[in-house]
């Protein structure tokens, strides 16, 4: 079991930035991939991007560019540094785990979720 607990999210203005956390606890974190995905109202949870236990990261073509993930394993922290945000960012933000290696895209690869985090982006 790990816990997953993000926090990070609020009001920001289009053009600008933020930065998710993702704070681990429970078993191994440095054996866990961890991802962040996204679902904005009356549309699909999104994946955005993941990073493996060694650092490496797979991003979705949407974000590729304006979105970084990054992992502090001493901290058992992963990040979200999210730039040039946009009115369509705007989306409950998830913090998502999973054991082993290899990139995964699809939510139903990821057994353990945060509870969200709010993010809104204004114009």
């Known amino acids: 079991q790990v816990q997953l607990v993000e926090s990070g999210g609020g009001l920001v203005q289009a053009g600008g930035s933020l930065r998710l956390s993702c704070a681990a606890s429970g078993r191994t974190f440095t054996s866990f991939a961890i991802g962040w995905f996204r679902q904005a109202p009356g549309k699909e949870r999104e994946f955005l991007g993941t990073?493996?236990?060694?650092?490496?990261?797979y991003y979705a073509d949407s974000v590729k560019g304006r979105f970084t993930v990054s992992r502090d394993n001493a901290k058992r922290t992963v990040y979200l540094q999210m730039n040039s945000l946009k009115p369509e960012d705007t989306a409950v933000y998830y913090c998502v785990a999973r054991s082993g290696g290899g990139y995964y895209y699809s939510q139903d690869s990821y057994p353990y979720w945060g509870q969200g985090t709010q993010v809104t982006v204004s114009s």
């Open positions: 990073v493996s236990w060694s650092g490496g990261v």
